[in-house]
């Protein structure tokens, strides 16, 4: 457990939670566009929403094994990040029901 | 003749201050010498808030 729990010098995990940042970022931003538009595709914001959603959870998953105020850092990106799903969530329930009741009245 | 294209970096960093500034962020603080994973952190978090800012709007529309 030891060997575990003494973070690495120089190589600490702030870098993976910022990839999973980064590629949250890519897919929401994607969504977003879409979303923004009247006449978007939402079923297609939707699937960009899901694959967001997974890699912000990936990202919040990560334990920080940094220092310092490079822990800080990074734990504020993933306060940030635990922020976004929630509003990503709600925002994916909300589409989901709205092509849901779509679906029906058709 | 080959022509150099480098950003130059008083450039780069207006426009870091720039992003930091809309995150209420102090960058002087952010950001000691030669640590760009603390550049990438920032940048993160200004891209979280993005997203905060959008999906919100998104949220209040009725």
Redesign the interface.
């Known amino acids: 457990m030891s060997t575990k729990t003494s973070p690495s010098k120089g190589k600490d995990n702030a870098e993976v939670i910022k990839n999973y940042h980064k590629q949250a970022f890519e897919y929401i931003s994607k969504a977003l566009r879409i979303d923004e538009k009247d006449t978007g595709e939402k079923e297609e914001a939707v699937q960009w929403y899901k694959r967001g959603i997974s890699e912000l959870e990936k990202g919040i998953a990560v334990e920080i094994n940094a220092q310092g105020e490079q822990y800080e850092r990074a734990k504020r990106l993933q306060d940030k990040m635990v922020n976004n799903l929630a509003m990503a969530k709600d925002r994916l329930v909300l589409l989901e029901t709205t092509l849901a009741s779509k679906q029906k009245n058709v | 003749s080959t022509t150099t294209l480098t950003t130059p970096q008083n450039q780069v960093e207006s426009l870091m201050h720039e992003m930091a500034d809309e995150a209420g962020l102090d960058l002087n603080m952010?950001l000691p010498q030669g640590q760009t994973?603390?550049v990438?952190?920032?940048v993160?978090?200004a891209?979280?808030?993005e997203?905060?800012s959008?999906?919100?709007?998104?949220?209040d529309q009725v």
């Open positions: 952010e994973g603390s990438g952190t920032s993160a978090s891209e979280q808030d997203l905060s959008r999906l919100a709007k998104l949220r």
